[in-house]
């Protein structure tokens, strides 16, 4: 009898094992809900075979009822009902974990059979995040698949992921995959950045600033996209997406490694500018732009010039009040360097007063001489000859010789 039960026993190991169910598979209570949980408990241990095993038994057993909830389905269940279709969520979701599995394996032709599968037969098939939501499964499936076939790797998905991999696609010249990463982003959080956006008036803080993370990075994703389509030439696509940067992500602002936020719509209007009239800001440091403003005074081009001067101002002004606010007269030349933002704000608005005398617009001059004079009055400007001179001390001399020959008061 003993015999027989050893014997019965081998036969019934050999049954499994022939199955690829091992004995050491505990299917519990071979609840769908149980299944799903032990694959992806395997999968992220990495056993691959127990993850195929917890796969196959789930849907081995609720396949036909997950099918017949896919049916009865036109759309995505609501949050509040998607648990009512538990066969059809865990059954895809089971099936998923084995296509991850067999991914990592590097079997991407049965991989790829696995998402295609959920594709056609479990579309509807939502699975429950710990962190509080559901996401679709055959969403995730179309970016594995994605993944497979152009080497996109969307990561853990959230936001400052994608918008780093974008950069890197970017830097790297792979504009297929910007795409990919941008129209990911777009999906998942546009929603969320809309609404950041709509509760703003100003730029936040930047104590505040990460608080508004998806409008953030939505925005600056839209900036990479741009970039990308300016290197390939096609300037048109890329004042489209920079127009609707400004318009519909006014205040996105992106953090830069090196300590601060840059606000991207002005940055995209700086590109627009960039295509539309030869303007470069080369590094935005303020002596490239005073630099930039003088060389285009002297060429003439009174535009651009007026331009390199307005970016220099935008950039620094509130050093160069600073900076001008600690001083009761000038530096000496020793230290006059130390003052480079008062300095360079104060240059550029007497080179704005120059170029808008070109352009004969003497309204505009008057004020920007006037406010170097108010507000910039200790800015020194270095000479290549070998000094500095006062750009207000100078400025007041031409409020005074415009003002007296066309009869203006100022």
Same mark, same amino acid.
């Given at each position: ?160 992921? *994608? ?58 994703? *839209? ?184 009869? *203006?008061?100022?």
């Amino acid at each position: 009898m003993l015999k027989k039960a050893v014997s019965l026993c081998a036969v019934f190991f050999l049954f499994f094992t022939a199955l690829g169910y091992g004995a050491e598979y505990n299917f519990g209570d071979e609840s769908s809900k149980t299944l799903s949980t032990k694959a992806w408990s395997a999968f992220q241990t990495k056993d691959y075979d127990a993850v195929t095993a917890y796969a196959d038994k789930c849907v081995s057993l609720f396949s036909k009822k997950a099918l017949e909830q896919q049916a009865s389905l036109t759309d995505f269940a609501p949050a509040d009902e998607a648990n009512n279709y538990w066969a059809l969520n865990d059954v895809g979701a089971c099936l998923f974990v084995k296509g991850k599995a067999l991914k990592e394996q590097g079997k991407n032709d049965e991989a790829k059979k696995v998402f295609q599968s959920i594709l056609d037969n479990y579309g509807y098939a939502q699975c429950w995040d710990p962190q509080g939501w559901f996401w679709k499964v055959a969403d995730a499936s179309k970016d594995e698949l994605l993944g497979m076939e152009s080497g996109v790797d969307f990561g853990n998905m959230k936001s400052e992921t *994608l918008v780093s991999k974008a950069w890197e696609a970017l830097v790297a010249g792979r504009y297929d995959q910007v795409n990919a990463y941008v129209d990911k982003t777009l999906q998942m959080y546009d929603k969320k950045a809309k609404e950041m956006q709509s509760s703003l008036q100003d730029f936040p803080t930047k104590e505040k600033a990460f608080d508004y993370w998806a409008l953030n990075d939505v925005g600056t994703i *839209l900036f990479i996209k741009a970039k990308s389509l300016q290197a390939q030439g096609k300037n048109e696509e890329a004042k489209k997406v920079y127009n609707k940067i400004m318009k519909d992500y006014t205040y996105a602002q992106s953090w830069d490694p090196q300590g601060w936020f840059w606000k991207v719509a002005d940055s995209a209007q700086d590109q627009i500018l960039i295509m539309e009239a030869g303007i470069d800001f080369g590094d935005y440091t303020s002596e490239t732009l005073t630099v930039k403003a003088w060389q285009a005074l002297g060429s003439g081009d009174y535009d651009a010039s007026i331009l390199y001067a307005k970016k220099c101002v935008q950039l620094y002004k509130k050093l160069a009040d600073e900076q001008q606010s600690k001083l009761d007269g000038y530096l000496p030349k020793e230290k006059a360097f130390d003052a480079w933002a008062l300095n360079d704000v104060g240059t550029c608005y007497f080179i704005m007063g120059d170029a808008y005398m070109g352009k004969n617009d003497a309204p505009k001059a008057l004020e920007s001489y006037k406010i170097l004079v108010d507000k910039y009055f200790y800015a020194q400007c270095w000479d290549t000859k070998g000094w500095f001179w006062k750009p207000a001390v100078a400025a007041r001399g031409k409020i005074n010789k415009i003002a007296s020959e066309r009869g *203006l008061i100022y």
